[in-house]
């Protein structure tokens, strides 16, 4: 199971960091994402990181967002700097033994508003 924390209501340009603990799960074979949903919007894949600690993120957060792993506190992280108003949405992870596909697991979200 995945369970993800650390939302909350920030003013445009400041931080947060978001947590998600695996539990019940082998953490290191896991890649794993977060993604977002706004209100009225599609969800999308924010950032991802793989086994070996290979990253990815969408155009939109480059150099604002950074994704992490701690295998000692199976906990993957997103740390969100120089938040925008439009970074405004529900917060998920997920994780999926393979490399390619489908996410199996999903955290139950985080809410994240920035104000403008």
């Known amino acids: 199971q995945l369970q993800a924390s650390g939302g909350g209501l920030v003013q445009a340009g400041g931080s947060l960091r978001l947590s998600c603990l695996a539990s019940g799960l082998t953490f290191d074979s896991l890649n794993m994402a977060w993604y977002r949903q706004a209100p009225g919007k599609e969800r999308e894949l924010v950032a991802a990181?793989?086994?070996?600690?290979?990253?990815y993120y969408v155009d939109s957060v480059k150099g604002r967002f950074t994704i992490s792993r701690d295998s000692a506190k199976n906990t993957l992280y997103l740390q969100l700097n120089t938040l925008k108003f439009e970074d405004t949405a529900v917060y998920y992870c997920a994780a999926r033994r393979s490399r390619y596909g489908a996410y199996d697991y999903w955290g139950q979200g985080t809410q994240v508003t920035v104000s403008s």
């Open positions: 990181i793989g086994t070996g600690g290979s990253t």
